[in-house]
């Protein structure tokens, strides 16, 4: 298969040219992590299997194989693009961001899985999205929740802010890093990334995701975040308020699949 044609599919790769160029120019960070969030939006008259198995016994096994990660797939319970699987590909750097496009687009064993994937019939989904964000300063890597087996899966919440322009999304960002992760992490959330958008859709935006024990402890931090003295106190701060840094907000609440590596 040529390379191209890994690309198109967006199952070794979701990033555009541009992304490319920009890797190539050895733009490498030596800090903060990267973070390429797909969204594959599933159709409803097809079985989900077809595709999570894929993903299960060939994606993960070849991201694996060539050490890229860690990875977190989700099924959507509620949010934009239901049903739809969500998988969150972490990069030490930008220039792996590259590399690991091209480790994919060589894997031998992987290729020959998608081909066979590809040729079984339609496929299961109607489009791919994919962003790449750049992680927060004071949150520069992703934190994978510890994990117990005799546990249930934790809920997560995945939310993404659009700014009304570049200076909304710097505040914001300045916001999150000074006082709002603290506060979170004071009120009971386990965050997860958080990440400014370098390329994707409905720009300027940041994305983070945090997870909870349940959605009754998800009631519970929120609760706790609202009351907070501390945030009581930002939220009105010259240049960090709604309507100052923030447009629009989506959120989607996931669950891991049993093949996540965040769960």
Not at 36 to 50: K, Q, S, V
Not at 72 to 92: E, M, Y
Not at 188 to 210: C, K
Not at 246 to 258: D, E, K, L, Q, W
Request: glycine residues 6%; contains cysteine.
């Amino acid at each position: 298969m040529k390379r191209r044609e890994v690309l198109k599919t967006g199952l070794a790769a979701g990033l555009t040219g541009a992304m490319s160029d920009a890797v190539r120019a050895g733009v490498v960070a030596d800090k903060n992590h990267f973070y390429e969030l797909r969204t594959y939006e599933l159709r409803n008259d097809i079985r989900p299997a077809r595709i999570q198995d894929f993903f299960q016994n060939h994606f993960m096994a070849m991201m694996k194989r060539q050490g890229i990660g860690p990875i977190g797939c989700f099924s959507v319970i509620s949010g934009l693009n239901s049903p739809a699987l969500i998988v969150v590909i972490d990069h030490p750097s930008l220039a792996d961001v590259q590399s690991a496009m091209d480790r994919a687009g060589s894997d031998k064993d992987y290729l020959k899985a998608q081909r066979e994937f590809e040729a079984a019939g339609e496929l299961p989904y109607v489009r791919i999205e994919s962003s790449l964000l750049k992680a927060f300063d004071a949150h520069p890597k992703m934190e994978i929740p510890a994990t117990d087996t005799s546990r249930s899966a934790r809920v997560f919440e995945l939310r993404t802010y659009e700014a009304p322009n570049a200076f909304g999304l710097r505040n914001k960002v300045d916001m999150f890093n000074q006082e709002e992760i603290k506060i979170f992490r004071d009120s009971g959330f386990s965050p997860v990334f958080f990440g400014e958008a370098v390329f994707g859709t409905r720009l300027p935006h940041l994305t983070y995701m945090v997870g909870f024990d349940s959605m009754a402890a998800r009631e519970k931090a929120w609760d706790a975040f609202r009351v907070n003295p501390d945030w009581a106190r930002i939220r009105t701060r010259q240049g960090w308020t709604d309507p100052e840094a923030v447009s629009n907000i989506h959120a989607s609440f996931v669950r891991p699949t049993g093949y996540s590596m965040i769960r």
